[in-house]
């Protein structure tokens, strides 16, 4: 059993409607607490739920049973003592003092203690979980480039692009303020929907279901990119906040990183479950990479290099990848479009190029080692 009651209370951010379609029951809430039913609700509100409300426990009993969540006022107590154990259930007070509150968790069988108000932020948190279904984070997989004309944005953009087109829920993000704009890439740089300057003021947290569908749909995926305005920056805990919402969607994002490593780049980093490091086969492309790995291994957990030729001599991917010390994702097919992405307005990826193989593969061995 966990109490939580010391954080400190912050605004949520979701922009989500409540009870929106395809998503799971609400909580069941059970008080004759007036005031606290009131700060439920409101709280129920802000997470985007709608929940069942009942004074005692719901005849007959099977809400009580499948109801994800359910948060039982300190008043109700002595009407939900009998009911079938289960987990889920939050016992709601408000009085700090009250040692008494632990031994009435342990009769009805409660997996945490909240009390009010210093625990509403957790609560949010929690009823949005239940409201969004969130099942098994989305594989997040960054690309950086070993030095500036690597191929990193194309790689990116071609595997979300060969994400989505074999059937994932898939988002791409671009976390480079300077490097142009990800939806050019896609060619979709008039589609409408919100680019990063939109989320700059996002605190707490932001709805998955809200941020998914705010965002440009092009190739069948969500691409969150840049504008061509003013704004180079997102502060750091609004893009923690905006990165978290994307993985917990679930299926894969992918992520476009800079050569730098700011505050908002170790915010990303950390949410990273792989990177790819891409090296062109030459020793100065090598000797700039092993300085841009010194300072991203520092916070990524699972750092990896692909390798793009043409090939220097004495070079080939598996020296690259011993040279760097790093593991071997794989040579990176030389076409076209890797090269001189702007010559063309198919995106990388599409179709079943050697290109398009690369990325089948890439995923088939991370989806497996994830699961």
Known sequence: MQRRGTENVTAAVTHEPPAAAGRQDGPLIVTEDPGLLDDLLRLCAAAGATPEVHPALPRPRGRWETAPLVLVGDDAV???????????????GRDQDDSGVWKRAVEIGADHVLLLPD????????IAD??????????????????????????ACALAVTSAREGRRSLLVDADPLGGGLDVLLGGESAEGLRWPAFAASRGRVGGGALEESLPELHSLRV???????????????????????RRRGGTVVVDLPRRVDDGVAETLAQLDLAVL????????????????SAVGMVVRDLRVAVRGPYAPGLDDREVARLLGLPLVGAVPVEAGL??????????????????????GFWDRALEAAA
């Open 78 to 92: 002595h009407r939900v003592r009998g009911a079938a154990r289960r987990g889920g259930v939050v016992l709601v």
């Open 119 to 126: 625990g509403e932020q957790w609560l949010v948190d929690r």
């Open 130 to 155: 239940v409201a969004e279904g969130v099942g098994r984070p989305a594989l997040t997989v960054g690309v950086i480039g070993g030095r500036g004309g690597a191929g990193a944005s194309t790689l």
């Open 224 to 246: 969150l990119s840049w504008d061509r305005g003013d704004c180079v920056a997102v502060p750091p805990q609004a893009v923690r906040a905006v990165l978290a919402a994307a």
């Open 278 to 293: 891409v090296v062109p086969a030459e020793l100065r492309a090598v000797a700039a990479a092993g300085r841009v790995a």
């Open 339 to 360: 090269l001189k992405p702007h010559e063309s307005r198919v995106p990388p990826g599409v179709g079943r190029g050697p290109l398009g193989r690369f990325c089948e």
